[in-house]
T-cell receptor, first 113, second 114 residues
């Protein structure tokens, strides 16, 4: 089955800095890669996703890059703010319908003012 | 994206008892997914619930311990049976609405077994 590795497990940055979280996956058939943000006491919230037919996707301060050859994808957050502090999870699936997500172990991001 | 209402939001239960968690979606969905998130850990899929058929359980999870109902296209329940302290976790339901991107999660049920 699919195996998703996520690094780092914790990341501390100063407000305004950039943060990068990296994931690798094992199943070459995976083609859907979402990122979730989970705040304390809440369920995971989808913040951005990417499919295997594109290499990069941006949404304001957030971007995701995908390297299908190397089987890795990354989350980039620019101009970090204290409200970006949360646990971030990457995931992979074979397709976005009728398939199941395999999650990484998560990264706790701390943004200090 | 779909809106999911999950109940209860939290509960403290005695060992040996059972708790049923409800998941209501504002759209009709084919598949509903139930996850467990142990303290400080990632999400682990328990089972996939398809309306009109028995749920499909992942390795390590069995129907006797986690029975699931899926009576219609907008609702599902997960029961945690004969609970022990090791069952203390957050339980989450998730859906993907056909034709839309992304899997949406409920806010979770925080279960503590004492």
């Amino acid at each position: 089955g699919e195996n998703v590795e996520q690094h780092p497990s914790t990341l501390s940055v100063q407000e305004g800095d950039s943060a990068v979280i990296k994931c690798t996956y094992s199943d070459s058939a995976s083609n859907y890669f979402p990122w979730y943000k989970q705040e304390l006491g809440k369920g995971p919230q989808l913040i951005i996703d990417i499919r295997s037919n594109v290499g990069e996707k941006k949404d304001q301060r957030i971007a995701v890059t995908l390297n299908k050859t190397a089987k890795h994808f990354s989350l980039h957050i620019t101009e970090t703010q204290p409200e970006d502090s949360a646990v971030y999870f990457c995931a992979a699936a074979r397709n976005s319908g009728y398939s199941t997500l395999t999650f990484g172990k998560g990264t706790m991001l701390l943004v200090s003012p | 994206s779909a809106v999911i209402s999950q109940k209860p939001s939290r509960d403290i239960c005695q060992r040996g008892t059972s708790l049923t968690i409800q998941c209501q979606v504002d759209s009709q969905v084919t598949m509903m997914f139930w996850y467990r998130q142990q303290p400080g850990q990632s999400l682990t899929l328990i089972a996939t619930a398809n309306q009109g058929s028995e749920a499909t359980y992942e390795s390590g999870f069995v129907i006797d311990k986690f029975p699931i109902s899926r009576p219609n296209l907008t609702f599902s329940t997960l029961t945690v049976s004969n609970m022990s302290p090791e069952d203390s976790s957050i339980y989450l339901c998730s859906v993907e609405v056909s034709g839309m991107d992304g899997y949406t999660f409920g806010s979770g049920t925080r279960l503590t077994v004492v």
